[in-house]
Structure formats: C-alpha cells, structure tokens
C-alpha cells in the first residue's frame, strides 16, 4: 500500500477517532498544535487533539470539520459538525441527555440530538458501517480502491478492506430514478424513534410534584370534613359521616388570621456540573452547617426545603431548586437568593435574563474553595463570594452562619421578616 493512500485514509477526523475507539487508546487534548505541548484537562480550553494509535498524524485542530452533517430542522443548523463536537459526543456517551445538554452548554460544545448522537455512537463503537448522517467520503473511497490493486500490502489491504467496504459500496452505488409519488412519500416521512423518546421528550420530566399536590389536596378535604363535622355536632345538626371529600361540607366555618397558604422564599442553585453545592448536598450545608463533597452522579432530588431559625426572620421555610422550568410568574417575586459559578447560560431561562439586572432584584452568591480562582464573571456581578475551606470542616459553620447573616439582612431591607415571623 503506497504511503499517500494510507495517508488520505488515515487523515479523516471520524475515521481516526473510530479507530481510536477500537484500540481502545482514545486522543489527547492539547493546548496547542504542539505535539510535545502541554495536556489540556478541559476540552472547553482545549485546541488539538493528538492521536497515539496513529502516531504519523500530526495533531487535528479541534475545529476541523467532519463528514458528520446534521439536518436542518425547526430548532436545529444544519451542516458539518467539527471533531470537537465528535469527541465530546464520544466523552458523553454513558450520560443521559439533561446531563449532555447542561454539559454541552457548560462546555460551549455543541450539542446533537437525541437521533444524531445515538447514530454517531453507535458508527464510533464499530456496531453499524453506515450512518444516515455520516456522508462518504470519495477521497478515501479512491484511496482504498488504489490499495486494494496493490498486490504487496495484503495485510494492511484486507484491513482497509473490512473498514471501508460499506462506504466503497455506497460510494460506487449508482443512484436510479426515483418515482414522483415515491419522492411525495418520502417528503411526509417520520423517523422512527424509541417510546422513551415519545413519552418523554429529550427531557426526563419528574412528576413527583403532581403526587405531591395531591396529598396536600386530600389532606385539605380530611381537614375540611373533620371541622364540618364538628361544626355540626356544636350546632347539634345533624352530620352524613358516609360522605367523602370536598362535598362532605355544605359550609365549611370561615378562616381566621391571614392565609394558612405560605409564600415560602426561593433560593435557586446553578445547575452547572462544576457547582459545589449541589441539591444532594444543600440541605446539609445550610440547616447543619457542614459541606459535604457531592456524589458525581445526578441527584434524584428536585427540590429541598431548608427550615431556617433567626433573630432577624423568626422561623422561615426556604424552596431550594436548580431549575426553574416549572416556574409560576409570581414565583419570581419569591426568589431572595441565586448561588451561580460565574457562567451566564445558567440565566438563559430566568425571568431577568441579564446577570447585572438580575442580582440587582435577589442576592447572589459565588461558592468557591478558599484558595481556587473566582471567577472574573462573579466579580463583575453584584454577588458575595462565599469561600469553603478544602479540609478543615469545623469551619463549615461560620462560613454558613456569615452567608445567613448577608442574605437574612437582605431579606430584612425588603419586608420578608415580617412574612417569617407570622409564619412561624
């Protein structure tokens, strides 16, 4: 096999990533186009990847497109996707799609869809030799054909051969008239795709709310009946104890005092994968004042309730969440605090949009461990940097007990003491 046709093969970025994948010795990022350069860690930093199953090849920029094309759609650009986008689809494979989507927007990576990242998978991992969104490539088609009438490189051939038959095959393959009516049909086609896909969306949605909805409505009715019932024994009338729910009471006694329903405050954490606090580990920080290292994986919880004690409030029942897609529109008057890591995608979805309006209307804070870097971004933001010492737990409290005693003054300046202390 000649040397230029092993290396029109070898050069194109999917082939040498698939190639990488099968043995099993994935690329390394680099931080410049020197092979000898430093190793980048983040493929946010990142700018070259380097490929130690093909050492000849020189490193590929991240950038570098790939014959990987992605349909245009209502909500997608067509066009070539770059390797950057290739690799870290490759890196992201075990995640599911929330966690690929929030790590592609952290990262600046673009993000394929459910369809195009299970297609290129699959094609990577050598399960399936043809990909409807993968474009063949007549440069190494041509390459293959020119070794495979080599008669000296009969090892190196029947490799080449196994790997690129499918694409010579559908390269060679003459394209034959297409019926009118066939072409009609094949414009209203659907793709196929999984249940999971259809009864979920490219989101997992938790309807563990709607549970909990409806025990806090049947609890109310049991509420409501037992004081119908007694209300009728005062008036010694009589009482159908066989009814059940809301239409076991004809007149229900009338309220006293303001409204049992509380208007709980809302602390929103940034759902970013580098965050420290994390809805696993909020509650413990907060109500016990100890930091406790989050687990890697996802936390299942979507909401926290942390049960706050102080001078300035009295006693107050604080919301914690990460999200705020099932956000009322006077839910928004109840945020008091945002905990960010100084990465502005995580205010895409937030009523005020802008970082410097938005910690003008609720308290910001930036968690940090004492020692790391803050972010340039925080220090612009109108937020108080909260720092975490790495070893010494002890100290926990005293950072915990200086962010209540910022964020309760807060509150205080704005009317909500008033509002925890007739909660209470």
């Known amino acids: 096999m000649s040397a230029s046709a092993h290396h029109t093969i070898m ?65 997608t650009a067509g066009g070539a996707i770059d390797l950057r986008a290739a690799f870290f689809c490759w890196l992201c494979r075990d995640e599911n799609v929330a966690q690929y989507i929030a790590l592609c927007g ?5 993000n394929l869809t459910f369809l195009e990242r299970a297609s290129l998978v699959t094609w990577l991992e050598g399960a399936d030799e043809q990909s409807d969104y993968i474009v063949a490539d007549s440069g190494a088609a041509a390459a293959t054909a ?10 190196a051939t029947s490799k080449i051969a196994t790997a690129e038959s499918a694409e010579m095959k559908a390269a060679a393959k003459v394209k034959r008239p297409v019926d009118p009516r066939l072409e009609r049909t094949y414009a209203i086609e659907r793709v196929l ?34 004081s119908g019932a007694q209300a009728a024994r005062q008036r010694g009338a009589p009482y159908n104890t066989s009814q059940r729910g809301p239409s076991a009471v004809t007149a229900p006694a009338p309220l006293s005092g303001p ?6 405050p809302i602390i929103l954490l940034s759902p970013s994968a580098s965050s420290l606090l994390t809805m696993s580990n909020i509650k413990d920080f907060l109500e016990r004042g100890v930091y406790v290292t989050a687990p890697p994986s996802a936390s299942a919880v979507n909401i926290q309730m942390i049960n706050r004690t102080s001078n300035r409030l009295g006693q107050v029942r604080f919301v914690v969440v990460d999200s705020c897609e099932r956000f009322k529109p006077d839910y928004w008057d109840r945020v008091v605090a945002v905990f960010t890591t100084g990465q502005a995608w995580q205010f895409k979805l937030y009523k005020w949009h802008n970082p410097h309006e938005l910690f003008q209307r609720v308290k910001g804070f930036c968690v940090t461990f004492s020692g790391d870097p803050v972010p340039e971004s925080a220090r612009a933001w109108n937020v108080d940097i909260v720092q975490i010492d790495k070893v010494h737990r002890f100290r926990d409290r005293e ?26």
């Open 259 to 264: 409204s049992t329903k509380r208007r709980d």
């Open 193 to 226: 795709v999984n249940r999971n896909t259809v009864l979920r969306g490219i989101k997992q949605t938790d309807f563990s709310y709607v549970r909990k909805e409806a025990m806090e409505s049947f609890i109310r009715s049991h509420h409501r009946s037992a």
């Open 399 to 424: 950072t915990v007990e200086g962010l209540w005693d910022v964020l309760e003054k807060w509150m205080e300046a704005r009317g909500w003491s008033g509002r925890g202390k007739s909660a209470s």
């Open 11 to 75: 050069t194109d970025p999917l082939r040498l990533l698939r190639h990488a994948v099968a043995e099993h010795s994935l690329p390394t990022m680099l931080s410049s186009a020197d092979p000898s350069g430093p190793v980048a860690e983040d493929i946010a930093t990142a700018t070259h990847l380097i490929f130690p199953a093909d050492s000849s090849v020189p490193p590929l920029p991240l950038s570098t497109p790939t014959r990987f094309v992605r349909k245009a759609g209502p909500n």
């Open 106 to 110: 952290e990262k600046d990576v673009v």
């Open 146 to 155: 020119q070794a495979l009438s080599e008669p000296k490189a009969a090892t």
